[in-house]
């Protein structure tokens, strides 16, 4: 007969016998895991190390790109808009080095650069949209009348379009210099413009913005910059809308004009040197009536324009 202390030896013994299968198994499985993890770990890391040097490859290779377009910029466009004069519109978030590189290219074209007028924050604030509808409609020159829209934009461009470019069928300003000063002044005391020194009417205009644009109302800010240099292109010899990379997707202003159709010429990398080039060559174009969605985004149609025949 079996003793109670037997029978208790035994389930202890069969119960160790359990707890060491357990520990061994788990042990083995353990390890196995482990080494799995660890082969996933090096195949990642190598992966890592593989993009991180195409990146750096790539990187170096837009660098050179990049140094290069600066030095051939200039012979690019040289003579491109001989006799041509240009003004600079830029909103508030465009950058001054884009500007200034855009502006010197403008030069080596050939165009006289008529000075600049900046567009405020103020000026895409829904919140002053009635505002900036208000005063335009007090400060319109006679003669001129308002497109039939209403959105803030197309109104903002149906008086300042004509007060900084010359009639495209005379040649001549379409407000007078004191109905000018008056208005621009009017819309600089209101907050939604700045003027810079010596600005006057020129043939061609070029809207110089920033890129995608962020926080509340991003898809109203950025109608209203498409629309308004949408209405400027109407008012003179021809007009381009160039954004930095990003302008032309989401809630850019590019992407607003691009999809809408219009026969505004936009060009979506201007931050970049090869860009500023397509930009002065946008604007060749636009004087001789030919318009395009130059750059490097999915929506662009060509990267550059079309060198003229002959």
Known sequence: MISLRNHVISIAAVFLALAVGVVLGSTSLSNRVLGGLADDRANLSKQVSDLQSKQTDLSGRLTDADRYALATGPLAVHGALDGKSVVLITTADAKPTDRDGVAALLRAAGANVTGELQLTDAFTDPTKSDQLRSLVAR???AGVQLPTAADPGT??????????????TTGKPQASPDETAAAL????????????QGLHAAQLALVLTGGSVGGDAAADR??????????????????????RTGSADNFGPLAVVRADGSVLSTVDDVDNAAGQVVTVLALRDAAAGKTGAYGTAGNAQAPAPAAPAG
């Not at 109104?155 to 495209?168: M, T």
């Open 139 to 141: 400060l319109l020159p």
């Open 155 to 168: 109104l903002a461009g149906g008086l300042i379009g004509p007060l900084l470019l010359l009639d495209k």
């Open 185 to 196: 002044t009017g819309l600089a005391s209101g907050g939604y413009v700045r003027q810079g």
């Open 222 to 243: 950025a109608a209203v910059i498409a629309r308004f240099a949408t209405q400027v292109q109407r008012s003179g010899g021809g007009t381009v809308l160039a954004g």
